[in-house]
Protein backbone atom coordinates (compact mmCIF):
# COMPACT_ATOMS: atom_id res chain seq x y z
CA UNK A 1 0.00 0.00 0.00
CA UNK A 2 1.31 3.39 -0.89
CA UNK A 3 0.12 6.98 -1.67
CA UNK A 4 0.85 8.88 -4.37
CA UNK A 5 0.10 12.79 -5.22
CA UNK A 6 0.41 12.27 -9.32
CA UNK A 7 -1.78 10.50 -11.83
CA UNK A 8 0.91 8.79 -13.31
CA UNK A 9 1.34 4.68 -12.19
CA UNK A 10 0.16 3.89 -8.63
CA UNK A 11 2.11 1.32 -7.21
CA UNK A 12 -0.21 -0.01 -5.08
CA UNK A 13 -0.21 -3.88 -3.86
CA UNK A 14 -2.21 -6.82 -5.86
CA UNK A 15 -3.12 -7.28 -9.20
CA UNK A 16 -5.34 -5.25 -11.27
CA UNK A 17 -8.11 -8.15 -11.19
CA UNK A 18 -8.53 -7.94 -7.08
CA UNK A 19 -11.65 -6.97 -6.05
CA UNK A 20 -11.59 -4.85 -2.85
CA UNK A 21 -11.35 -1.59 -0.70
CA UNK A 22 -9.43 1.23 -2.19
CA UNK A 23 -8.45 5.23 -1.27
CA UNK A 24 -9.55 7.13 -4.47
CA UNK A 25 -9.62 10.67 -5.22
CA UNK A 26 -12.34 12.68 -6.97
CA UNK A 27 -11.61 11.76 -10.34
CA UNK A 28 -11.38 7.53 -9.38
CA UNK A 29 -7.75 7.40 -9.38
CA UNK A 30 -6.49 4.42 -7.03
CA UNK A 31 -4.10 5.86 -4.81
CA UNK A 32 -3.75 2.82 -2.15
CA UNK A 33 -4.98 -0.59 -1.68
CA UNK A 34 -6.40 -2.49 -1.36
CA UNK A 35 -7.92 -2.98 1.84
CA UNK A 36 -9.96 -5.63 3.00
CA UNK A 37 -12.86 -3.63 4.20
CA UNK A 38 -14.20 -0.07 4.27
CA UNK A 39 -12.55 0.47 8.10
CA UNK A 40 -9.10 -0.36 7.01
CA UNK A 41 -9.59 1.97 3.86
CA UNK A 42 -10.99 4.54 6.01
CA UNK A 43 -8.28 4.74 8.80
CA UNK A 44 -5.40 5.10 5.93
CA UNK A 45 -7.19 7.67 4.86
CA UNK A 46 -7.09 9.23 8.04
CA UNK A 47 -3.67 8.46 7.91
CA UNK A 48 -2.44 9.83 4.84
CA UNK A 49 -0.22 12.59 3.74
CA UNK A 50 -2.97 16.56 3.51
CA UNK A 51 -1.34 18.50 0.64
CA UNK A 52 -4.32 20.69 -0.07
CA UNK A 53 -5.81 18.42 -2.93
CA UNK A 54 -9.14 17.04 -2.75
CA UNK A 55 -10.15 14.60 0.02
CA UNK A 56 -9.76 10.95 -0.47
CA UNK A 57 -12.61 8.33 -0.07
CA UNK A 58 -13.16 4.43 -0.16
CA UNK A 59 -14.50 2.76 -3.01
CA UNK A 60 -15.05 -0.49 -3.85
CA UNK A 61 -14.13 -2.25 -7.28
CA UNK A 62 -11.24 -3.49 -9.49
CA UNK A 63 -8.43 -1.50 -10.17
CA UNK A 64 -7.72 -0.78 -14.14
CA UNK A 65 -4.47 -1.29 -15.53
CA UNK A 66 -4.56 2.64 -16.25
CA UNK A 67 -4.89 3.49 -12.02
CA UNK A 68 -8.30 4.38 -12.41
CA UNK A 69 -11.23 2.27 -10.41
CA UNK A 70 -13.65 -0.02 -12.17
CA UNK A 71 -16.57 0.42 -9.23
CA UNK A 72 -18.13 -2.97 -8.37
CA UNK A 73 -20.96 -4.06 -5.60
CA UNK A 74 -19.85 -4.44 -2.43
CA UNK A 75 -21.06 -6.98 0.62
CA UNK A 76 -22.53 -3.89 2.34
CA UNK A 77 -23.80 -2.48 -0.95
CA UNK A 78 -25.89 -5.39 -1.36
CA UNK A 79 -26.89 -5.55 2.50
CA UNK A 80 -27.93 -1.41 2.11
CA UNK A 81 -30.34 -2.25 -1.25
CA UNK A 82 -31.39 -5.25 0.94
CA UNK A 83 -32.64 -2.94 3.76
CA UNK A 84 -34.33 -0.48 1.69
CA UNK A 85 -36.01 -2.91 -0.68
CA UNK A 86 -37.36 -3.98 2.63
CA UNK A 87 -38.01 -0.46 3.55
CA UNK A 88 -39.78 0.50 0.43
CA UNK A 89 -41.95 -2.94 1.02
CA UNK A 90 -43.25 -0.93 3.69
CA UNK A 91 -44.76 2.08 1.62
CA UNK A 92 -49.21 2.69 1.77
CA UNK A 93 -51.40 1.65 -0.64
CA UNK A 94 -51.28 5.00 -1.82
CA UNK A 95 -48.35 4.38 -3.76
CA UNK A 96 -49.27 1.26 -5.93
CA UNK A 97 -50.92 3.04 -8.36
CA UNK A 98 -47.91 5.79 -8.07
CA UNK A 99 -44.78 3.26 -8.39
CA UNK A 100 -43.90 3.67 -12.18
CA UNK A 101 -40.45 4.47 -13.90
CA UNK A 102 -42.06 7.37 -15.70
CA UNK A 103 -43.81 9.05 -12.41
CA UNK A 104 -41.09 11.81 -11.11
CA UNK A 105 -42.50 10.62 -7.98
CA UNK A 106 -40.91 7.31 -8.13
CA UNK A 107 -37.68 8.37 -7.85
CA UNK A 108 -38.54 10.94 -5.19
CA UNK A 109 -39.73 8.05 -2.89
CA UNK A 110 -36.96 6.27 -3.16
CA UNK A 111 -34.69 9.42 -2.35
CA UNK A 112 -36.90 10.08 0.35
CA UNK A 113 -36.68 6.93 1.74
CA UNK A 114 -33.01 6.17 1.22
CA UNK A 115 -32.12 9.47 3.36
CA UNK A 116 -34.52 8.16 5.68
CA UNK A 117 -33.21 5.27 6.53
CA UNK A 118 -29.51 6.74 5.90
CA UNK A 119 -30.42 8.60 9.18
CA UNK A 120 -30.75 5.24 11.12
CA UNK A 121 -34.89 5.65 11.18
CA UNK A 122 -37.34 2.79 9.95
CA UNK A 123 -40.37 3.82 7.67
CA UNK A 124 -43.61 2.84 9.09
CA UNK A 125 -45.70 0.17 8.24
CA UNK A 126 -48.36 1.86 6.96
CA UNK A 127 -50.07 -1.19 4.78
CA UNK A 128 -49.38 -3.18 7.40
CA UNK A 129 -47.31 -5.97 5.28
CA UNK A 130 -45.39 -6.89 8.13
CA UNK A 131 -45.27 -8.30 11.34
CA UNK A 132 -44.05 -4.95 12.71
CA UNK A 133 -46.37 -2.54 11.48
CA UNK A 134 -47.35 -1.10 15.10
CA UNK A 135 -44.01 -0.25 15.92
CA UNK A 136 -44.40 3.32 14.08
CA UNK A 137 -41.73 5.10 11.81
CA UNK A 138 -41.57 7.35 9.11
CA UNK A 139 -44.90 7.16 7.34
CA UNK A 140 -44.14 8.54 3.22
CA UNK A 141 -47.57 9.88 1.62
CA UNK A 142 -47.52 10.52 -2.05
CA UNK A 143 -49.06 13.98 -2.94
CA UNK A 144 -49.52 14.40 -7.07
CA UNK A 145 -51.41 17.41 -6.62
CA UNK A 146 -48.62 19.21 -5.16
CA UNK A 147 -45.60 17.46 -6.47
CA UNK A 148 -43.97 15.77 -3.39
CA UNK A 149 -44.22 13.38 -0.83
CA UNK A 150 -46.07 13.94 2.74
CA UNK A 151 -43.18 13.10 5.24
CA UNK A 152 -44.85 12.10 8.90
CA UNK A 153 -43.85 10.54 12.37
CA UNK A 154 -46.17 7.66 13.49
CA UNK A 155 -45.88 6.30 16.90
CA UNK A 156 -45.36 3.21 18.51
CA UNK A 157 -49.39 1.61 18.70
CA UNK A 158 -48.98 2.11 22.53
CA UNK A 159 -48.79 5.73 22.15
CA UNK A 160 -50.69 6.33 18.75
CA UNK A 161 -53.78 4.36 19.78
CA UNK A 162 -53.61 3.15 23.44
CA UNK A 163 -52.43 6.59 24.81
CA UNK A 164 -50.03 4.93 27.94
CA UNK A 165 -48.68 8.84 28.08
CA UNK A 166 -51.55 10.75 28.02
CA UNK A 167 -52.99 12.89 24.96
CA UNK A 168 -50.33 15.73 25.64
CA UNK A 169 -47.57 13.41 25.28
CA UNK A 170 -48.59 11.89 22.08
CA UNK A 171 -48.96 15.06 20.41
CA UNK A 172 -45.75 16.59 21.54
CA UNK A 173 -43.95 13.54 20.62
CA UNK A 174 -45.60 13.71 17.44
CA UNK A 175 -44.46 17.44 16.80
CA UNK A 176 -40.85 16.74 17.82
CA UNK A 177 -40.12 14.07 15.59
CA UNK A 178 -42.17 15.55 12.70
CA UNK A 179 -39.98 18.55 12.97
CA UNK A 180 -37.16 16.53 13.71
CA UNK A 181 -37.36 14.44 10.48
CA UNK A 182 -38.14 17.56 8.74
CA UNK A 183 -34.41 18.69 10.00
CA UNK A 184 -32.85 15.70 8.82
CA UNK A 185 -33.94 16.06 5.34
CA UNK A 186 -33.55 19.57 4.85
CA UNK A 187 -30.02 18.87 6.06
CA UNK A 188 -30.04 16.11 3.33
CA UNK A 189 -30.32 19.00 0.90
CA UNK A 190 -34.49 18.50 0.07
CA UNK A 191 -36.71 21.24 -0.01
CA UNK A 192 -39.00 20.80 3.26
CA UNK A 193 -42.23 22.47 4.11
CA UNK A 194 -44.86 22.51 6.30
CA UNK A 195 -48.00 21.08 5.25
CA UNK A 196 -51.67 21.31 6.49
CA UNK A 197 -52.68 21.94 10.20
CA UNK A 198 -50.55 19.57 11.48
CA UNK A 199 -46.64 19.24 12.18
CA UNK A 200 -46.53 17.06 8.99
CA UNK A 201 -44.40 18.38 6.14
CA UNK A 202 -43.94 17.92 2.42
CA UNK A 203 -40.57 17.37 0.90
CA UNK A 204 -39.49 17.86 -3.10
CA UNK A 205 -35.82 16.90 -4.72
CA UNK A 206 -33.68 19.83 -4.03
CA UNK A 207 -34.35 22.20 -7.35
CA UNK A 208 -37.72 21.03 -7.57
CA UNK A 209 -39.86 23.41 -6.75
CA UNK A 210 -43.71 22.95 -7.37
CA UNK A 211 -44.67 23.79 -11.20
CA UNK A 212 -41.85 22.64 -12.72
CA UNK A 213 -42.47 21.57 -16.52
CA UNK A 214 -41.39 17.61 -16.21
CA UNK A 215 -44.44 17.78 -13.17
CA UNK A 216 -47.06 18.81 -15.38
Known amino acids: ?23 VDA ?19 LSSPR ?9 HGVRREDG ?13 LAHLSEQLDR ?25 VAEAGLPLHDCAGRTASAQLGGVCLTPAPGQHGVVV ?14 GHAADLAAQELMN ?20 SGHIVRGAGDPPGLSEWE
Not at 27 to 45: I, N, Q, T
Open 1 to 23: MSLSNGHGPVPVTGSTTAVGWWL
Open 27 to 45: DSWVLAGPFSSRVDAALAE
Open 51 to 59: DGSDALVPA
Open 68 to 80: TLAPRFSPDDRAW
Open 91 to 115: LADDWDALIDDADPLTGLVCEVAAA
Open 152 to 165: SWTQHDRMALGRVR
Open 179 to 198: HAVAGVLASFGFLVEPFGEA
